[in-house]
């Protein structure tokens, strides 16, 4: 059976006071959603 992931990326950042979307922002030195994409593909069903 295959897996899939639905990764929920919006928003406009607006109450972070940014004119980034908020999944832009870096966490780490990271874009916010590539951490997620990273653990997305980590997953081993």
């Known amino acids: 059976m295959d897996t899939a992931v639905i990764i929920l990326a919006a928003g406009k950042g607006t109450r972070m006071i ?4 908020k999944v832009l922002h870096e966490v780490g030195n990271f874009p916010l959603i590539s951490h997620c994409i990273k653990t997305a593909k980590s997953i081993d069903p």
């Not at 940014?18 to 979307?21: D, E, Y």
Request: avoid cysteine; proline fraction near 25%.
């Open 18 to 21: 940014s004119s980034r979307p």
